[in-house]
């Protein structure tokens, strides 16, 4: 099954992205990386890293990120992972993350899920 990491600035951000999803898709594999070590606000190379390691397979990770900031550190942790299937996603964090780990955990595929990601941003919510 694919995996995700959800990467913010805060910490408690990342955590309850993570905390929705599971009561949407309690058995999808997926990891906060949000804050600094220290708790404050910013983004982690190590955090990120060690998410990525606790959900990855064969069957790859998607990076769901906030803003700014996270989309570099994210850039420097995906290098590190080579050849292995570890991608980033531009997406709305919360609905992307809601929306893909439903796939995952209905069997999508790596590709079919970004391709399903790359249209959450337009769908209207009212």
């Known amino acids: 099954m694919v995996g995700f990491v959800i ?3 805060s910490e408690n951000l990342a955590k309850s992205v993570v905390e929705l999803t599971s ?3 309690p058995s999808a594999r997926i990891a906060p990386a949000g804050g600094m070590d220290d708790g404050g606000f910013g983004t982690s ?3 990120i890293q ?3 390691e606790s959900v990855y397979s064969d069957d790859g990770v998607l ?3 906030d803003l700014g900031s996270a989309v570099m550190t994210t ?3 995906i290098e590190m992972f080579g050849e292995k299937k570890v991608e980033m996603v531009d997406c709305p964090l919360v609905e992307g993350a809601v929306v ?3 796939d995952a ?3 999508m595929s790596f590709e079919d899920i970004k391709t399903a990601l790359a249209g959450v941003g337009k769908a209207k919510k009212f």
Do not use: N, Q, R, W
């Open 105 to 107: 955990v209905g069997g």
């Open 100 to 102: 893909a780990t439903i």
């Open 45 to 47: 190379f190590e955090k």
């Open 63 to 65: 990076v769901l990120v």
């Open 23 to 25: 009561i949407m898709a």
């Open 7 to 9: 990467v913010s600035h």
């Open 75 to 77: 850039e420097m942790v």
């Open 50 to 52: 060690a998410a990525i």
